[in-house]
């Protein structure tokens, strides 16, 4: 055999040994039959967290419908901004903690309008240094932080309608 049939004999084993032993890539795991057509509502959200939002439920295998699509269940989704609050304050050094916390309401019903999944609460914090020396690092680090803190929630929803 030549190099290349060699090569593609090894491939094959070994796709077919990861398949056969359950294996799958993080994040491939689709959404249950029922939950394959969504009408997606939501609330609190600008236009970026909704794409974000649309884009992984997407990915999740669901496909986005419209409000009056017979066969489409509803999740309705209310993005929360809970207040900062600051834990530590230091005159010294100029630093201060504090704690960002973002919520996300959810619930499912069915096409015929039954309720699947009452109203849940999932909830993601994290706290953060500012430097009142250097406030456009801080700055920038709170967009970050507030960036992952909604991608959190996001990957959570999602783990918590697999379940269904």
Known sequence: MNAAAI???????????????GFRLAGTTNLPQELSSIYLQTNGFDTRQQNALQQQLTRAGAELKNQDDPDAVKLTVS???LPDRRLVSSASDGKTVERLTRSLDFSLRSADGEMLVPTRTLVQ???????DDNLLASTKEKARVLEDLQQALFEQLIRQLKRI
């Open 7 to 21: 090569r593609f004999f090894i491939i094959l084993v070994a796709t077919i040994g990861l398949a056969a032993c």
């Open 79 to 81: 993005f929360n901004v």
């Open 125 to 131: 914090r994290n706290d953060i240094v500012f430097d």
